[in-house]
Structures are given as structure tokens and as C-alpha cells.
């Protein structure tokens, strides 16, 4: 059985993973890191399983020919073979006409060990701020 430590380590891997499989366009990498019937809560609207989430996820990217993704401020709560998390995430994009775009969220996951890898199960993103360029106030939403 694996400690928390452990378990809390395997998360945190998840979420390098994750970023480094949206930085470098991977998305064979991106889909395997969902389980199955994972959700996806993304610009205001759930998406059902792997499938529908890698799609989603395919058509979001095309758009978007530069995309630097950060995440920080991981929050792991290890419950037996799940956890829950909180990930706060940092993205620096251009669109597809040249615009720089600036995205700060965070991510409220579910995430299941299958099989012996860790998964992400549900994952919930709230946007807390998003703006032209650099960071400035009128955008900022905050997040409690």
C-alpha cells in the first residue's frame, strides 16, 4: 500500500504531466492522463468521458499556436485510492491572429488510482482571471 507521501507524489507527477503535455502539444501524453469515464468542467460546460474530453481538448489547442501553462500552489488531500486537489494554473497564450492572452485559474480535481496509475477523474476549472497581455486589475476575479 502506498504512503500518502507516496500518493501525494504520484499526484503531483500527474500534474507535471499534464503541463508538460499541453506545452509540448502532446496529446497522446495529454489523453492518457484522464481515466475512462473522467469529466471535464471547461469554459463553462461539463464534457463526459476520455474521448469527448481529448476532442475538446484537440479543438481548444488549435487555436492557440503558443501556450505556456504553469501550475502551482498544489493542495493534496489523499483519501485511500483517490485524492482531491487544488492547482492553481498560470497561461500565457497566442491566438491564432497574434494576440497575447493571459489566463490565471485554478483546477479542483478528483483524481483515482486504475490499474496502478493515477488518474484524473473530474476536473473543475475555475477562471480567475483572463486579459489582454499582462496581469492588470480589471480583469482579475479572484477566487475564494
Not at 483519501?79 to 479542483?108: F, S, W
Amino acid at each position: 500500500m502506498n504512503t500518502a507521501i507516496e500518493i501525494e507524489s504520484a499526484v503531483r507527477k500527474l500534474n507535471a504531466h499534464y503541463c508538460d503535455a499541453v506545452m509540448r502539444r502532446d496529446g497522446e501524453l495529454w489523453r492518457s492522463l484522464w481515466h475512462t469515464d473522467a469529466r471535464w468542467f471547461f469554459l463553462g460546460e461539463w464534457i463526459e468521458g476520455r474521448e469527448a474530453i481529448f476532442s475538446r481538448w484537440q479543438q481548444a489547442m488549435a487555436g492557440f499556436p503558443v501556450v505556456y501553462h504553469r501550475a502551482s500552489g498544489e493542495i493534496i488531500d489523499v483519501d485511500g485510492e483517490a485524492a482531491h486537489t487544488r492547482v492553481y494554473v498560470d497561461e500565457q497564450i497566442i491566438d491564432a491572429k497574434g494576440n497575447a492572452l493571459h489566463i490565471v485559474g485554478v483546477y479542483n480535481d478528483d483524481v483515482v488510482v486504475h490499474n496502478g496509475k493515477w488518474l484524473y477523474a473530474s476536473r473543475h476549472f475555475n477562471l480567475i482571471y483572463q486579459g489582454a497581455g499582462t496581469l492588470t486589475q480589471e480583469g482579475w476575479l479572484g477566487y475564494s
